[in-house]
C-alpha cells in the first residue's frame, strides 16, 4: 500500500524532504559522518582533511601518504608535497567507496594567482586517482575564484575534461565569471557572507531569507537558470538549517555533519523556495566579465575582497599545518614516534 504524499512529509525529516529537491553533499573528511548520512557527493579541503588525518581511524592513510612520499624520493620539500597530494587522493579514494556521486579534492590554495601552476597541480591529482582505480569521471577539482583559478578551471575543462568546483566565491562577479568559463560546478559561501556582515554592520542577527548569504547564492541561482547555464550551484558554508532550508530548491548544498543531523531531527515542511521556472521570469540583465571587469566588478564588493583573501589565507595555513605534520612523520629522527 502506497503512502501519500501529505503522511510522507508528516514522517519524514527535514533532510529526507530536502533531499527530494536538492541533491544533499557532505561537507567532512569523516567517513563515518558520509555512511550515516548517505550524501551523493562529497567534498573536502585541507582543513577537514588536516582534522581527520588527526584521528586514530585514519592513520593507516596517513602511514600510506608517507610511504609513497618517502619512495618517490626527491627533496624533502618534494617529498611532502607528494605525500600531502596522495593524502587528499587517499581520503578521496575512500569516500568514493561510500557515496554514488563525486568527491571534491582542492588544489593548493597557495597556487590560487598561478593559472599554469592550478592546472598542473589538478592534473597531477586526476593522475594520483588513476593509478588508485579512480576515474576523473568521480572527481571534482576544487579551486579557488579568482581571476587565475577561474581561467584554470576553464583550460582544464575544455582542454582536458577535468571538472572543477570553484571554491572561495563571494561576489556576483566571480559567479558570473566562472558561468562563463564553462565550469562544472561553484560553491558560493553562505556563512562566511553572513559572518561578514555581522562583523562589520549594526545587524547581527538576520531572518533566513533576509540572510545576505543566501540573498547572493539566491541571485546567483536565479541569473544560472535564467540565462541556461548548466554550472551547477552548491551553496556551502553554512551556520544553521534556517540557511539551508531557505535553499530548498538549490542544485546542490554541502552540509556539514552537524547541520545534517539536527536537519535529521527536524520534522518541519519543506517548500522549494528556488525553481528555475521562477528564475527564468526574474528582471536580471545578461553580463559579461572580461578580466579588466571581472577586476573591478568584484573589486567593488569589500565583503567578497575581503572573504577571499581571508579564505585563501587560511587554507593555506591549514595546508602549511598539514605538511608541518606529515614532515613531523616523514624525517622525525624517532620515524614519528
Known amino acids: 500500500m502506497s503512502v ?11 533532510l529526507d524532504q530536502l533531499k527530494h529537491h536538492t541533491t544533499v553533499v557532505a561537507d567532512t573528511g569523516d567517513f563515518n559522518a558520509i555512511d550515516e548520512y548517505k550524501p551523493l557527493d562529497a567534498t573536502t579541503n585541507p582543513s577537514l582533511i588536516l582534522a581527520a588525518a588527526q584521528m586514530p581511524a585514519y592513520q593507516k592513510l ?35 567507496k561510500r557515496i554514488p556521486g563525486r568527491v ?22 586526476i593522475d594520483l586517482y588513476k593509478e588508485v582505480g579512480v576515474g576523473k569521471d568521480r572527481i571534482l577539482i576544487k579551486l579557488s575564484s579568482t581571476w587565475e583559478g577561474i581561467q584554470a578551471g576553464r583550460v582544464l575543462e575544455a582542454e582536458y575534461g577535468i571538472h572543477c568546483n570553484m571554491t572561495l566565491l563571494f561576489s556576483f562577479a566571480q559567479a558570473v ?25 549594526d545587524k547581527k542577527t538576520y531572518e533566513p531569507s533576509e540572510d545576505p548569504g543566501v540573498k547572493s547564492v539566491t541571485k546567483i541561482y536565479n541569473y544560472y537558470k535564467k540565462f541556461g547555464y548548466k554550472t551547477i550551484v552548491m551553496g556551502a558554508s553554512f551556520r544553521n538549517t534556517g540557511q539551508i532550508k531557505a535553499l530548498t530548491g538549490c542544485d546542490y548544498l554541502t552540509i556539514s555533519p552537524k547541520l545534517l543531523a539536527e536537519l535529521s531531527k527536524e520534522h518541519v515542511k519543506l517548500t522549494p523556495t528556488l525553481s528555475v521556472k521562477e528564475a527564468q521570469a526574474c528582471d536580471l540583465e545578461k553580463i559579461h566579465l572580461d578580466e579588466k571587469a571581472f577586476r573591478w566588478h568584484h573589486n567593488e ?26 614532515k613531523e612523520r616523514m624525517f622525525s629522527t624517532e620515524n614519528g614516534k
Open 177 to 201: 565569471a566562472c558561468a562563463e568559463a564553462g565550469v562544472t560546478l561553484i560553491s558560493p559561501f553562505v556563512g562566511r557572507i553572513l559572518d561578514w556582515y555581522v562583523a562589520n554592520g
Open 104 to 125: 571534491s579534492t582542492e588544489v593548493d590554495a597557495r597556487l590560487s594567482f598561478d593559472k599554469e601552476g592550478m592546472v598542473q597541480r589538478a592534473r597531477r591529482l
Open 301 to 326: 564588493d569589500q565583503m567578497a575582497v575581503e572573504k577571499l583573501s581571508d579564505g585563501i589565507r587560511r587554507f593555506a595555513a591549514d595546508a602549511v599545518k598539514l605538511e608541518r605534520m606529515l
Open 4 to 14: 501519500s504524499p501529505v503522511k510522507r512529509q508528516k514522517m519524514e525529516s527535514a
Open 62 to 96: 596517513v602511514d600510506d601518504a608517507v610511504a609513497y612520499g618517502k619512495k618517490l624520493g626527491g627533496s624533502e620539500e618534494e617529498q611532502i608535497k607528494n605525500a600531502s597530494d596522495k593524502l587528499f587522493v587517499l581520503f578521496g579514494a575512500e569516500i568514493l
